[in-house]
């Protein structure tokens, strides 16, 4: 196989997953109209329903639009070898690899993202605002931007260096210690997101002692759950969306709930939504999600093992002087089909665990106050009630709205 035969195998991957999203995007589009179903009839009312109809097809065509201008420009740094011009710069200032990866890395990190901000901008101060969600200050804005900009440095670029590092002095054996670093990595940041990570964006306050935390406590004795750490997080400060989570392991264990979740939801309801989180917890969906994302990504720097020394990694995309990290984004390239494979299949299994987390809400509390705290948020959200079932199926890591009542009042 030649450069230029996979370069164009590149191009076709681009163009074909574009074209794939956007037909399904197409058909989903279609049921923005839909009929509410009849087991929905209480969540919109006649207004509330034309917002969320309006809402879907707003940041459908925004989607077209952005989707669109990522494609030119990935077209065209491909097409006008922006790669090979980007490893010379980064050439320029030095010739060890460590070095010229970062700064090949850093340059695209950095240009990618200050490209991406007017769209980000615009989602946020002029969709979200329009349709009443935003509470983002621009001050806030900045700030997360910066503070996003400095994690990816400080941990991407750790990582980064380590990995080019392992593979300079161990060749293509670099995987085993890449994917031990990568598991530590990602076990570290299970066990300690919400103290270390979360407080850089958020402020998160212990839920306070009153009649809701007795609820909560009463609810996670009876169920044999030891429940000492619960958070209140300030969502509120970026959207009016609500959220619950449940992170951490052993003496790390944590339940974070967005103060506009309990704002919006009544006691009973609060209590419901933890249930399901727990659910998560005792069925060892959490474990299973850890040990199946460090067993891809172990499976991915192996794969990538093989074939990062051949020449025509760099090459297909354009670059004469062969290099791990431009090698690595001609990986990354490639290996998207997979990785569609990989998400399909994660997305399926998630949509299982949510049926058994709802399953063990239901059995150990309630369902009646689980499916009308879900009707509340899917109303605050002005999310789609009748999304394609295709659509699901590729894009949906939980199941629709509709789905989850018929199951929550199976008998």
């Given amino acids: 196989m030649t450069a230029s035969t996979l370069f164009y195998i590149i191009i076709a991957i681009i163009l074909i997953n574009f074209i794939k999203d956007k037909i399904l995007d197409a058909i989903n589009a279609k049921h923005f109209n839909d009929p509410i179903p009849e087991e929905l009839n209480d969540v ?26 990522s494609l030119v420009l990935t077209l065209g740094f491909l097409l006008l070898d922006g790669f090979e011009h980007v490893d010379n710069i980064a050439r320029n200032y030095s010739n060890k690899p460590i070095v010229v990866g970062l700064i090949f890395f850093g340059i695209i990190m950095i240009a990618s993202d200050i490209i991406t901000t007017p769209f980000a ?24 931007k910066l503070k996003g900009l400095l994690m990816m440095v400080i941990l991407g670029g750790g990582i980064i260096a380590l990995i080019i590092w392992f ?43 009153g009649e809701l935390r007795n609820k909560i406590s009463d609810y996670a004795k009876s169920v044999g759950f030891s429940l000492n750490k619960i958070f209140i997080i300030d969502g509120s400060k970026r959207s009016t969306k609500a959220n619950a989570y449940f992170s951490g392991f052993g003496s790390e264990k944590r339940v974070t709930l967005y103060d506009t979740l309990v704002n919006d939801l ?49 090459n297909a995309i354009g670059v004469e002087t062969p290099s791990f990290h431009v090698g690595l984004i001609a990986f990354g390239l490639l290996y998207s089909p997979i990785s569609e494979i990989t998400g399909l299949i994660m997305n399926y299994v998630s949509r299982k665990f949510e049926y058994q987390a709802d399953d063990y809400a239901k059995t150990t509390y309630k369902a009646e106050p689980l499916i009308t705290s879900l009707k509340k948020l899917s109303k605050n959200s002005l999310s789609n009630l009748t999304p394609h079932k295709a659509y699901v199926f590729i894009h949906y890591s939980h199941p629709t709205l509709l789905d989850r009542i018929r199951n929550l009042r199976k008998s």
Avoid: C
């Avoid at 919109?44 to 065509?61: A, I, L, M, V």
């Avoid at 621009?138 to 997360?144: H, I, S």
């Fill in 44 to 69: 919109y009312d006649t207004e509330e329903y034309k917002k969320s109809q309006n809402y879907k097809s707003t940041n459908y065509r925004f989607g077209i639009w952005s989707s669109l201008f």
């Fill in 121 to 144: 901008y615009f989602k946020t101060f002029v969709i979200e605002e329009r349709f009443g969600f935003n509470k983002t200050t621009k001050k806030t804005f900045v700030l997360d």
């Fill in 167 to 209: 593979y300079q002095i161990t060749g293509n054996n670099f995987w085993l210690y890449a994917w031990g670093i990568v598991t530590l990595f990602t076990v570290f940041m299970n066990m300690f997101y919400s103290r270390l990570i979360v407080p850089m964006f958020n402020k998160q306050t212990p839920l306070e002692e």
């Fill in 266 to 314: 009544e006691d009973e309801e609060i209590v419901a939504v933890l249930a399901h989180e727990v659910g998560h917890y005792k069925r060892k969906h959490i474990i299973f999600n850890l040990v199946t994302s460090i067993l891809l990504t172990g499976l991915t720097f192996y794969i990538l093992s093989i074939f990062i020394s051949n020449p025509l990694l760099s």
